[in-house]
């Protein structure tokens, strides 16, 4: 079972840039999906970003243009890139890892972004 442990959240201001990593205790090159998800307070957890092993990339509308979702096979890492975060954008983000399509995904324990001046 592949662990996933996130870093890079903090708070930041409005317009500011983070960018988060999700390093993996495996290799990552055969996982079908590598995303990112978030969870702010009193809301359902929503798909932030999404990248397949053959890197085609997904994002939820309102991050498009905005994030930007990598994978490095050969560091078992995956980013993602926030820039001008918005307030709306504060939530605990997690990654997940889906080794297949339709397989349950494996999760990490998730890193606070916060957006506020």
């Known amino acids: 079972q592949v662990q996933l442990v996130e870093t890079g959240g903090g708070l930041v201001q409005p317009g500011g840039s983070l960018r988060l990593s999700c390093a993996a205790s495996g290799s990552i090159s055969s996982i079908y999906a590598m995303g990112w998800y978030r969870q702010a307070p009193g809301k359902q957890r929503e798909l932030v970003a999404v990248?397949?092993?053959?890197?085609?990339?997904n994002y939820a509308d309102s991050v498009k243009g905005r994030f930007t979702i990598s994978r490095d096979n050969a560091k078992s890492t995956v980013y993602l890139q926030m820039n001008n975060l918005k307030p709306e954008d504060t939530a605990v983000y997690s990654c997940s890892a889906q080794p297949y399509p339709k397989s349950p995904r494996h999760w990490g324990q998730g890193t606070q972004v916060t957006v506020s001046s």
């Open positions: 990248v397949t092993s053959n890197d085609n990339t």
